[in-house]
Structures are given as structure tokens and as C-alpha cells.
């Protein structure tokens, strides 16, 4: 199983991006896609989800900034980040909980920087 992320990247506070996440290989069954994010000197924390059936969940610092979505045919989750804010600041990583174990499979990472 492979998750590739694309789409971080360096931007001012107030701006937008938009993060992709696809997953290719051999699974099961996916469950829930979704990102975590960790900050320099911080732990690993979820910052979005979407479950198979379309519920999605959120970390409240970034409620109604974020939004998830997914692209059930591609295997692929999206982040799209609006009015960014310094803190922001991240590697972002891609996560898939997959089969009957809820398994987790990580991608590997991408730097999103929003300067002040």
C-alpha cells in the first residue's frame, strides 16, 4: 500500500491550499482517510477525518477553516485549507485506516509553512 501526498508548500497567513492524498495498492477495504499534522517539538495530532459513509470530524482549531472530502472511485482524500494562520505550520501526513483490523497506513509527509 502506498498513500502519495502532494500539494504543501510555503504561504502567506490568510491564504489557501489544498492537499491530495492517493492511495494505490493492495487493500481491503478503506475505512476512514484522513490527516494528521505535526508541528516542530509537537506529537503527531489529527487534524481531519472522513469515514466511509462521508462523516467527517475535525481537530477544533481548524473547524470551519478545513474541509475533507473524498474521492471514493480514486482512492484519494483531499484537504482544503482556507485563511491559514502561522500556527498552521506542519508536516502534514496522510492516513488510511483500512480493513477489517482498521489497519493504519501513513504517506510520507509534506511541509506546510504559512508565514506571518
Known amino acids: 500500500v502506498q498513500l502519495q501526498a502532494s500539494g504543501g508548500g510555503l504561504v502567506q497567513a490568510g491564504g489557501s491550499l489544498r492537499l491530495s492524498c492517493a492511495a494505490s495498492?493492495?487493500?481491503?477495504?478503506?475505512?476512514?482517510m484522513g490527516w494528521y499534522r505535526q508541528a516542530p517539538g509537537k506529537q503527531r495530532e489529527l487534524v481531519a477525518q472522513?469515514?466511509?459513509?462521508?462523516?467527517?470530524n475535525y481537530a477544533d482549531s481548524v473547524k470551519d477553516r478545513f474541509t475533507i472530502s473524498r474521492d471514493y472511485a480514486k482512492n484519494t482524500v483531499y484537504l482544503q485549507m482556507n485563511s491559514l494562520k502561522p500556527e498552521d505550520t506542519a508536516v502534514y501526513y496522510c492516513?488510511?485506516?483500512?480493513?477489517?483490523?482498521?489497519?493504519?497506513?501513513w504517506g510520507q509527509g509534506t511541509l506546510v509553512t504559512v508565514s506571518s
Open positions: 492516513n488510511i485506516k483500512a480493513g477489517s483490523r482498521n489497519y493504519d497506513y
Open positions: 472522513i469515514t466511509s459513509g462521508g462523516s467527517t
Open positions: 495498492g493492495s487493500f481491503f477495504r478503506i475505512n476512514t
